[in-house]
């Protein structure tokens, strides 16, 4: 049986493991059972700066509200940042295993760093937002906007790190049909890639400021992986996925939800190869004759 943390404390709320400068803190390696990826969402307010050391990892940063200058390897890369993650894509910067940067912010802001483990150096990349693939995903309620900056075939100049965004309007379902990635199958007709996921949920206010809401769900997949979590999620939190079917995940009507993924696994090849639940797969057929849901480009 694999070995996992406890599923009360696979939703990690906003604020929890925050320590400093960091409102966010889940370092692969730190926790029971958690291997392979990381995530910590960095506060900066106006002209501060963070020296961050990539000790076995490699990085992706990734503003979440503000601009930011990353300086690595005697090289400056300004991030133009957004407003925040519902206005639209983001530049990114890709920083390989073992380099040291820093973080500074004239204006201020937040911004992620998702990592993975990783043994292979590659170059320094600055993705530009205009250059991220986003493609609106699903049919009907099921739409939803993902913005492809990390993921396999959008960018490969990565070791193991996989990472997107994710757009669902107020009232839609994403992450859906459930699905998996926690073993590794290549049986000539399908193939499923070993994968650890972390989902970090940022959701719309209300117009008049009130908090919005959420929900996620992993269930399990076998007997050898028995996980059970149904949550309402805000924003900042955290939900990590180990193993087992993911999904759905719904947004309120009335507060669109954005969530970040960060993927890596063992498998000596980077991939992202899922496994539908065959309950639901069958909502796939549906979703050309639904048509898209036009709120979804409201977040290109």
């Known amino acids: 049986m694999t070995t996992v943390p406890d599923s009360s404390e696979l939703h990690l709320p906003a604020g ?45 940063v990734v503003p979440l509200s503000g ?17 925040d993650v519902f206005a639209a894509a983001t530049d990114v910067l890709y920083v390989p295993v073992g380099s040291q ?40 309620n099921m739409t939803r906007l993902v913005r492809n900056f990390g ?23 994403s992450s859906y049909p459930a ?5 590794t199958v290549d049986d000539g007709e399908h193939r499923e890639s070993e994968l650890e996921e972390i989902y970090y949920y940022e959701i719309q206010d209300a117009p008049d400021g009130g908090p919005g809401f959420g929900y996620h769900q992993t269930t399990s997949s076998g007997e050898d992986t028995e996980i059970d979590v149904l949550s ?42 899922i496994t539908d639940h065959p309950e639901q797969t069958w909502v796939r057929g549906t979703w050309d004759e639904l048509g898209t849901d036009p709120r979804a480009g409201d977040f290109r």
């Open 67 to 83: 601009g930011c200058d990353v300086s690595v390897g005697g090289q400056t890369h300004t991030l133009r940042g957004r407003t």
């Open 101 to 140: 940067l820093t973080v500074s912010s004239a204006e201020g802001g937040r911004f992620a760093l998702a990592t993975a483990v990783a043994t292979t150096e590659h170059p320094v990349a600055l993705i530009r937002a205009e250059d991220v693939p986003v493609e609106v995903r699903g049919g009907g």
């Open 232 to 273: 309402e999620v805000r924003s900042g939190d955290t939900v990590l996925v180990p193993h087992g079917w993911h999904g759905p995940c719904a947004a309120a009507p009335g507060h669109a939800m954005y969530y970040l993924n960060v993927m890596a696994g063992p498998e000596p090849v980077r991939a992202w190869n």
């Open 151 to 173: 993921t396999v075939g959008s960018f490969d100049g990565m070791d193991s790190l996989i990472a997107c965004e994710v757009v669902t309007p107020g009232g839609n379902w």
């Open 16 to 60: 929890s493991t925050g320590r400093g400068t960091y409102e966010t803190i889940i370092d692969p390696g730190a926790r029971d059972g958690w291997v392979h990826t990381g995530l910590r969402v960095l506060a900066l307010g106006r002209g501060e700066s963070e020296i961050v050391t990539a000790n076995s990892v490699e990085v992706m």
């Open 179 to 183: 699905h998996k990635h926690d073993t």
